[in-house]
Structures are given as structure tokens and as C-alpha cells.
């Protein structure tokens, strides 16, 4: 064979090579014709017309993207570190490429950005009690805002929120101290349950001399049994009121 010939083949053989394109199940194809979008296409075999079309291969595998520290001050005036995970995926091949350069740094961005500003509209104890509240609140906001790139975000975890060493020392005095009144409240309902059910034994008690006599006898048992040679002898006050009359009455005469 010529070699002119030959050279030919092997020209073809290099077009028909680079004309042929396999796409993975994951991936797919945005076919672009003299610079304009004409469709998406794969998973598979797929043909693409050198020097005429170009493919741009998308993967809508979903991404999992760690959001940098961002430095955070929250409503009441206090710094923190905040990082986050980002969990998304590639819906729309055709708005991913065209409507968007570069979506993933675009995705990454909008995440910080948007990390900052909802986390500053809330207070220090939100961000640690209602964690759940806020993955769904910057969630919402990031899947809003890239559905017109094709991206679909699925969930946002925030993993950790750093405090300055001072201020953990003052959220632990704050908890001690939140103790201690619970503690005291507990405590003084305890008294007054305590008293109630005692003015409630007093009027029963009260109905009957011979209750309050066996109260007494009660008394005595339990004192003898705690191996102590100290009785109680509590005087009826009404014996009590007699005694003094009579003493009035002596000194008078």
C-alpha cells in the first residue's frame, strides 16, 4: 500500500476513534454543535462528530463537600467556628454547564456564604440546642437558590462549633447556676406539699383525742428504737394554760 494511502487510513481510523465516546451509568454528555447546546446524551455508546460537536461529561453521583471553618458572630454578640458538610448532586446536566461556571466552586461558595448569614441571625445557645432546626434552614436556602443551576441539595450537617476556652467557662457557670435554681424551686415546692399534707394530719388529728394520743405513743417507739435514753415528753398546752391561771391566781392573792 502506498504510503499516502496509508496515511489516510490512519487519519480515519483517528477521527472514527475520537468520534466514539463511552459514557459511565453515573455520567452524562452534554453535546455542544458549533458552540451551541444541542442535547444530552448517555449513559452508553455515544457519537460525537469531531471538530463539529464537543461533549462536556457531567457526573450525577452525589457529592459530598466539606465547608471550610467560617469564623461566625452570632446574634448575641459571640464568636465562634462553625464547619458544615454539604451533601448535593447534579440534576440538570444542561444548567449545571451552561447556566453556571464551574458549579462545584459556585456550590462551595454559596455554602459558606449562606453558613454565615443564618447562623448569625440566632444566638449562641441555638446553635447548640437546635442544631436539627438549622441543617434544615440553610438546607432550604442552598436548594432554593441552586435549583437554577441543576443542582439538587439533599442535606447539610453542621459538624462542629468551636467556642473561645472563656466563653465555655461562662456557659458552664451559667449551667451550674441554672441547677442550683432548679434545685431551690424543686426544694421549696417540696415544703410546700410538705406543709399542706401536715395541715391536712393536724385538722384529722384534731377531730380525735385518742389519734393524737396514739401519735404520740408512735412517737415514743421510734425514739426508743434509735438505742437512745432521751424521751420527749411534750406537755398538752392546755395543761400548760391551767398551770399559768393558777399561778396568776396565787400571786394575786
Keep these: 500500500m502506498p504510503f499516502g494511502w496509508s496515511f489516510v487510513l490512519l487519519i480515519v481510523i483517528m477521527v472514527l476513534a475520537s468520534a466514539i465516546k463511552i459514557l459511565r451509568e453515573y455520567e452524562r454528555g452534554v453535546i455542544f454543535l458549533l458552540g451551541r447546546f444541542w442535547k444530552v446524551k448517555g449513559p452508553g455508546l455515544i457519537i460525537v462528530i469531531p471538530f463539529v460537536q464537543q461533549v462536556v461529561r457531567v457526573d450525577l ?51 459558606q456564604t449562606t453558613l454565615r448569614s443564618v447562623l448569625g441571625k440566632h444566638e449562641l445557645d441555638d446553635m447548640l440546642a437546635e442544631r436539627e432546626q438549622l441543617n434544615a434552614d440553610i438546607q432550604k436556602i442552598l436548594d432554593a437558590q441552586t435549583d437554577n443551576w441543576g443542582i439538587k441539595v439533599s442535606n447539610v450537617e453542621i459538624k462542629h462549633v468551636d467556642i473561645d476556652e472563656s466563653m465555655v467557662r461562662a456557659i458552664a457557670r451559667q449551667a451550674e447556676a441554672e441547677r442550683e435554681r432548679r434545685a431551690k424551686v424543686i426544694h421549696a415546692e417540696g415544703e410546700m406539699q410538705a406543709s399542706e399534707k401536715l395541715l391536712q394530719a393536724s385538722q384529722v388529728l384534731s377531730q380525735s383525742p385518742q389519734a393524737m394520743q396514739l401519735r404520740y405513743l408512735q412517737t415514743l417507739t421510734a425514739i426508743a428504737g434509735d438505742k437512745t435514753t432521751t424521751i420527749v415528753f411534750p406537755l398538752p398546752m392546755d395543761l400548760i394554760q391551767a398551770m399559768l391561771k393558777s399561778m396568776d391566781v396565787e400571786k394575786k392573792e
Excluded: C, G, W
Excluded at 458572630?73 to 453556571?100: E, G, P, T
Design 61 to 111: 453521583r452525589t457529592v459530598v463537600m466539606d465547608v471550610p471553618t467560617q469564623d461566625v458572630i452570632s446574634r448575641d454578640n459571640v464568636s465562634v467556628k462553625v464547619n458544615a458538610v454539604l451533601y448535593f448532586r447534579v440534576v440538570d446536566a444542561q444548567k449545571a454547564i451552561i447556566n453556571v461556571e464551574h458549579f462545584l466552586d459556585a456550590t462551595s461558595q454559596l455554602a
